[in-house]
C-alpha cells in the first residue's frame, strides 16, 4: 500500500514540474549587463529570470517549455567579450550537430551574424 501511495505522488509531482525549468536569460557584451556576466550571482535583479523558460524546436513553429538552461562565453576576434544565458530543448531530431543540448561545445561560433 505505501509503494501505491509513494508512485501516486512521483508522478503527480512528474506532472506538475514536467516542463517547468525556469532559466536566466541574458546578453552581454563587454561586461556592459554585471548580472549575466561571470562570476555569476543570481541575486541582481529578477528581470533577467524567465519562468517557464521558452525555447523553438527545429522544423517547429513556436515555443516550448524548455529542458536545459545554456551558458555561451566568447571573444570576437576583435577582442570583445560576450556572454549569452538562456534555454533550449532537444528537438528529438536524429541529427546531433543540430541540437545545442546534445553535444559538448568548445571552438568558434557565430552570435548575431558575428
Given at each position: ?20 525549468i ?41 515555443l ?34 543540430t ?16
Amino acid at each position: 500500500m505505501a509503494a501505491k501511495i509513494l508512485m501516486k505522488n512521483a508522478k503527480f509531482a512528474e506532472e506538475e514540474f514536467a516542463g517547468a525549468i525556469d532559466c536566466f536569460k541574458c546578453v552581454s557584451i563587454n561586461g556592459d549587463n554585471p548580472a549575466c556576466d561571470d562570476p555569476f550571482h543570481n541575486n541582481y535583479t529578477a528581470e533577467i529570470y524567465e519562468s517557464p523558460c521558452m525555447g523553438g524546436r527545429k522544423d517547429r513553429n513556436g515555443l516550448f517549455p524548455a529542458t536545459a538552461c545554456i551558458k555561451m562565453a566568447g571573444q570576437y576576434q576583435n577582442g570583445t567579450k560576450i556572454t549569452v544565458r538562456g534555454c533550449a530543448l532537444d528537438s528529438g531530431s536524429l541529427t546531433i550537430d543540430t541540437e545545442i543540448i546534445r553535444m559538448s561545445h568548445c571552438g568558434a561560433f557565430y552570435f548575431d551574424g558575428k
